[in-house]
Nanobody
Framework: QVQLVESGGGLVQAGGSLRLSCAAS????????VGWFRQAPGKEREFVAS????????YYASSVKGRFTISRDNAKNTVYLQMNSLKPEDAAVYYC??????????????WGQGTQVTVSS
């Protein structure tokens, strides 16, 4: 069982930056690929980015490519999502998930509780 805890969300002005963290409860977290998803009110949960277990390969949704960066520090059992040039449409609850690099939510075995990101215009 892998427990994930997201942090780093908050309120930021458009054009600003935030860094989200996803911390895991187990050292085996380093064996898992990880993804970030987001869900805005009234919308389906959507893929944001994912990273392989060793950080060698990353994937991004077209809407965030060039603005967001996913990375990981396996020594700290943590995956990060650096978000720059934030836009109001980036506002959502952000979730990390472990077990896959796919863009599909059903591909992931473990999910965190989410962290709220609010972007003011």
């Amino acid at each position: 069982q892998v427990q994930l805890v997201e942090s780093g969300g908050g309120l930021v002005q458009a054009g600003g930056s935030l860094r989200l963290s996803c911390a895991a409860s187990t050292r085996t977290f380093s064996n898992y690929p990880v993804g970030w998803f987001r869900q805005a009110p009234g919308k389906e949960r959507e893929f944001v980015a994912s990273i392989t277990w060793d950080g060698s390969v990353t994937y991004y949704a077209s809407s965030v490519k060039g603005r967001f960066t996913i990375s990981r520090d396996n020594a700290k059992n943590t995956v990060y999502l650096q978000m720059n040039s934030l836009k109001p449409e980036d506002a959502a609850v952000y979730y990390c998930a472990a077990g896959s690099i796919t863009t599909i939510t059903s591909g992931y075995n473990y999910w965190g509780q989410g962290t709220q990101v609010t972007v003011s215009s």
